[in-house]
C-alpha cells in the first residue's frame, strides 16, 4: 500500500472505532462525503485490500505504442544527434509523425545519453586573467543601457573606455545609442586627451566586428576598425563577458555611483552629463584606480598626417555609372561634368558621410561637385536595425508620429475654423463696401 492509502486505512479504522464521523473523515482525507462512503464501502467489503488502487499493475490507457521508444531513439541517432529535444521533438513530430511529449522524448534521450541536461553539464570556467602590465596597451571599451538620469530623463548609452593595466577611466561618453559615430566622437576625444592605445578590447557587437560568417562584399573590416586600422590601433573582440570583466564590473560601479553624483548635481540630459564626466573620472580614478605594475606609458602621441576628423568619417566605394551617377542608400548622385568626373568614369570613387548626414565625393584625393537626385524618397520602411540602436531609433520614429499627427490635427481644426473666419471676413468686407 501507497502512503496515501495507508493514511485512508488509519482514517477509516478511527471511523470504524467511531473517534471520527464520516463527515469529519472526509475533510481530513480532502475528499468528498460521497466519495468516503465509496471507501467505506470497499473498506467493508474487502477491508484494507479494497483501498489500494485497482489501476495498479495495469497498462496505463495513454502508454505510447511498443516500439515507440526505439523508433524514435533511432531516428535521433541516425538524423538528429546534435538536434537538442524540443527541436528533435518538432522534427519526429512533423516529418515522421510520432505523437509523442517534448517531455517524454527528453527523458528517453536523457537514459540514452544523447542528451545532458543542464542541471549535469560541467559549468564553465572563467580562470582570471592577470592585468596587462603597462598604462595604455590594453583598453578595454563598452557601452552600458541605463535611465542614467533616473525618471528626469528617458534611458541612454554610455560609452566607456578603461584602461586595463590601472583600471582608471579613460573616457565616458553618454549619446543616444551605441551607433559607430558615437563611438567615433568618444574615440576621437580619447585620443586629443591620452594619445594612441596599443589595442582596444571590446565585445562582438557590430560597430567592431563583421558578424556575418561569409560576408558577400567588403574587406571584412567595420568602419571602426578601419578608423583603428589607419590609426595602427589593434582592435580585439571578447568571446565572453567574463573576458572583459573589468569593464563589465566598473559599469554595475558606474550605474550605482555615477546616477547618484548626477542627482545630487540635478544633471537630466545628455549635454551636461558628458560635461560632468570629466570631473567624475578624475575623483573616480583617485579613489579606485592602482599604479601598473609597469611604469611606461604604452600611448603613442598622434602623428601630423592623421587628421582625426578625415578619418572618422563613415567611408564607401562605389562605382561610377557611364551616366556620371553614383547610387548610395537609395538616392542617386549625378555628378556635374567636369573634367574629373569624366576621368572617374567607370571607376570607384569614396564618398565620405558625417554624423549629420551630409556626403562628399571623392576621386584620387579630389572632391567632386554632385547634387542628390532621390528618386525612392526617405522614407525607408522595413529598414535594418540594429540591436543597440533600437531604442534611439523607436524614440525617433515615436517624435516623427506625434509630430504627424499633431499637424494632421492642426490641419483639420485650421480648416473648419479658416472657413468660418474667411466667411465672416468676407461679408464683413462687402458690407463696409456698401
Not at 73 to 99: C, I, M, N, Q
Not at 110 to 134: D, F, G, I, N, Y
Not at 201 to 211: G, I, L, Q
Request: charged content about 30%.
Amino acid at each position: 500500500m501507497s502512503h496515501r492509502e495507508l493514511d485512508r486505512l488509519q482514517v477509516l479504522v478511527r471511523v470504524c472505532e467511531r473517534r471520527l464521523t464520516q463527515k469529519e473523515a472526509a475533510r481530513v482525507l480532502g475528499v468528498t462525503e460521497r466519495q468516503l462512503r465509496r471507501l467505506w464501502k470497499r473498506y467493508n467489503e474487502h477491508g484494507a485490500q479494497g483501498l489500494v488502487s485497482r489501476k495498479r499493475g495495469r497498462r496505463s490507457n495513454r502508454r505510447l505504442a511498443d516500439g515507440t521508444r526505439d523508433k524514435a531513439l533511432g531516428l535521433v541517432r541516425e538524423r538528429y544527434s546534435d538536434f537538442g529535444p524540443t527541436f528533435a521533438h518538432e522534427k519526429l513530430t512533423e516529418v515522421h509523425g510520432l505523437e509523442l511529449s517534448v517531455t517524454t522524448l527528453r527523458t528517453w534521450m536523457t537514459e540514452a545519453e544523447l542528451w545532458v541536461p543542464r542541471a549535469q553539464r560541467e559549468r564553465r570556467v572563467h580562470q582570471p586573467r592577470a592585468r596587462r602590465e603597462c598604462y595604455g596597451e590594453l583598453i578595454q571599451v563598452d557601452g552600458s543601457d541605463h535611465r542614467w538620469f533616473e525618471d528626469r530623463a528617458p534611458s541612454c548609452i554610455l560609452l566607456v573606455f578603461i584602461d586595463d593595466a590601472t583600471g582608471r577611466l579613460m573616457e565616458l561618453h553618454f549619446c543616444d545609442g551605441e551607433s559607430t559615430f558615437n563611438y567615433f566622437e568618444a574615440a576621437r576625444s580619447y585620443l586629443q586627451r591620452h594619445g594612441k592605445p596599443v589595442a582596444l578590447y571590446s565585445d562582438k557587437a557590430s560597430v567592431f566586428r563583421v558578424n556575418a560568417k561569409q560576408p558577400q562584399s567588403g574587406d571584412g573590416f567595420t568602419q571602426f576598425g578601419r578608423a583603428m586600422g589607419e590609426l595602427n590601433i589593434d582592435t580585439m573582440c571578447a568571446n565572453t563577458p567574463q573576458a572583459k570583466g573589468r569593464v563589465e564590473r566598473v559599469n554595475s560601479t558606474l550605474q550605482n555611483r555615477m546616477v547618484r553624483e548626477m542627482r545630487l548635481a540635478g544633471i537630466s540630459s545628455i549635454d551636461d552629463a558628458n560635461r560632468f564626466a570629466s570631473s567624475f573620472m578624475a575623483d573616480f580614478n583617485k579613489r579606485f584606480a592602482r599604479p601598473a605594475l609597469n611604469p611606461h606609458d604604452a600611448h603613442r602621441p598622434l602623428r601630423s598626417d592623421e587628421q582625426l576628423r578625415e578619418i572618422f568619417l563613415w567611408q564607401e566605394t562605389r562605382k561610377v555609372t557611364r551616366s556620371l551617377t553614383v547610387h548610395y542608400k537609395r538616392v542617386m548622385y549625378v555628378l556635374d561634368k567636369t573634367d574629373a568626373a569624366r576621368q572617374a568614369m567607370g571607376k570607384r570613387v569614396t564618398l565620405y558621410e558625417t554624423g549629420d548626414g551630409e556626403i562628399s565625393i571623392r576621386y584620387n584625393g579630389q572632391e567632386l561637385a554632385a547634387r542628390a537626385f532621390d528618386k525612392e524618397g526617405h522614407v525607408q520602411q522595413a529598414a535594418i536595425v540594429e540591436n543597440k540602436l533600437l531604442g534611439a531609433a523607436l524614440e525617433h520614429v515615436k517624435r516623427l508620429q506625434r509630430e504627424r499627427d499633431e499637424e494632421k490635427l492642426q490641419r483639420k481644426s485650421f480648416t473648419k475654423r479658416d472657413k468660418r473666419l474667411l466667411h465672416q471676413s468676407h461679408e464683413a468686407a462687402a458690407w463696409t463696401a456698401t
